[in-house]
């Protein structure tokens, strides 16, 4: 399908940027399992078949860019980490240490989760709109499934960690504020990054979902108000 019916060039590129983000995850798992996040069994329980949906919906989008000659799997995924070096996911030790520092690790790491799901999820919907595939549609649409079930878990955890206390709310807040930036944009080129937003999350579609996910993260206990996509797309032109 693929082959009779490429994807537009524009279209292709986010492709790209999303398979070699969907491949990164193993290497924040790595981190992430270096942390107090490692002690609750629920917790570790849901990594584990996070980190395995993942990466095939990785593995999935190497089929299509396969079909369009493009490199994909782990010759795409090796080179980029060879790229990356030293900076693949920073030091273990610091997100141990980070961990160590402060109780609310797990409020933080949830409050990330869900909205880094939310945003991949709004881009997939976004990505299947713009390259108005059939095949890629589907494909998406199976994708975005998944990625709703690891919302869920994110999304519940992150409300129980973030209920009725106030020192998580306010050291999530401060964290998501400064910290926080679009899946993928600290191992991706800078480029690719400002394509996949000004692609997905320009427009008055795109600046529609962008919204939405801004009033799901204010619906979080006390994270109201932090405006996390509407910065984006001012950071990156799409706005």
């Known amino acids: 399908a693929f082959r009779d019916?490429?994807?537009?060039?524009s279209a292709l590129r986010c492709l790209r940027f999303m398979h070699d983000v969907e491949h990164h995850t193993s290497c924040y798992l790595r981190n992430l399992l270096n942390t107090r996040a490692h002690h609750?069994?629920?917790?570790?329980?849901f990594l584990t078949i996070w980190g395995y949906e993942e990466h095939w919906h990785g593995e999935a989008l190497a089929r299509v860019l396969a079909a369009h000659d493009e490199p994909a799997g782990a010759a795409r995924v090796a080179a980029m980490r060879s790229r990356l070096g030293w900076r693949?996911?920073?030091?273990?030790?610091?997100?141990?240490?980070?961990?160590?520092?402060?109780?609310?690790?797990?409020?933080?790491?949830?409050a990330f989760g869900v909205v880094n799901e939310w945003t991949t999820q709004g881009g997939y919907a976004r990505l299947g709109a713009v390259a108005d595939h059939p095949v890629l549609s589907e494909l998406l649409?199976?994708?975005?499934?998944?990625?709703?079930?690891?919302?869920?878990?994110?999304?519940?955890?992150?409300?129980?960690?973030?209920?009725?206390?106030?020192?998580?709310?306010?050291?999530?807040?401060a964290l998501l504020r400064t910290a926080w930036d679009p899946v993928g944009s600290k191992v991706m080129p800078p480029g690719e990054t400002t394509h996949l937003v000004?692609?997905?999350?320009?427009?008055?579609?795109?600046?529609?979902?962008?919204?939405?996910v801004d009033r799901r993260v204010d619906a979080l206990p006390g994270l109201a108000g932090l405006?996390?996509?509407?910065?984006?797309?001012?950071r990156f032109g799409a706005a």
Do not use: C, N
């Open 5 to 9: 019916d490429p994807l537009p060039p």
């Open 40 to 45: 609750d069994p629920e917790i570790t329980t």
């Open 88 to 110: 693949i996911t920073g030091s273990p030790v610091l997100w141990m240490a980070f961990s160590a520092a402060t109780k609310d690790f797990l409020a933080v790491h949830m």
């Open 141 to 173: 649409r199976r994708i975005m499934k998944q990625e709703g079930r690891h919302i869920d878990f994110y999304r519940s955890r992150a409300v129980e960690e973030l209920e009725g206390s106030r020192s998580a709310q306010r050291t999530t807040r």
């Open 198 to 212: 000004r692609t997905l999350f320009g427009g008055a579609e795109g600046r529609a979902v962008a919204a939405r």
């Open 227 to 234: 405006g996390l996509m509407d910065r984006t797309l001012g």
